[in-house]
């Protein structure tokens, strides 16, 4: 089993991502306030082309309501009330683990791909 916390890092010079860096420790000692390099950290879990889903990825998933499927776009991201990685998105809030996983894919992420809009209600693409 492999216990190793995995992350990605947002490099805004190279506007890139800086990968394979694995961390086996306390998140607090590695990370300080950093302007330059933003973490983002793996969930452990795969969307449906096997792409590893990060924090700040924005997905399209299903959600079962009731009888109704929804499809719902929205951002990746960790909830301290939920203590869950949660679904920001056009339908609302939604936590990971009640959103049909096989459905998951990622579209994009907010540092290359998305931004929000001014009243911070809906995602909106960049154009490059």
């Not at 000692?29 to 950093?34: A, C, I, N, V």
């Not at 929804?70 to 990685?85: D, E, F, K, Q, W």
């Not at 056009?90 to 683990?97: E, K, L, V």
Request: aromatic share 14%.
């Amino acid at each position: 089993m492999n216990n190793k916390n995995k992350f990605r890092f947002w490099n805004p010079q190279t506007r890139s991502f800086v990968t394979n860096y694995k961390y086996n420790g306390f998140v607090d000692e590695l990370f300080e306030p950093d302007e330059f390099l933003k973490h983002q950290q793996y969930l452990g879990i795969f969307d449906k082309n096997m792409k590893e889903i990060y924090e700040g990825d924005v997905v399209r998933f299903n959600y079962l309501e009731g009888d109704q499927i929804t499809i719902g776009v929205g951002l990746v991201r960790y909830n301290n009330s939920y203590c869950a990685y949660v679904i920001d998105s056009d339908i609302g809030t939604i936590a990971i683990m009640n959103i049909s996983l096989d459905s998951l894919e990622v579209i994009g992420n907010m540092v290359e791909d998305y931004t929000w809009n001014e009243e911070g209600t809906e995602l909106i693409r960049q154009t490059k």
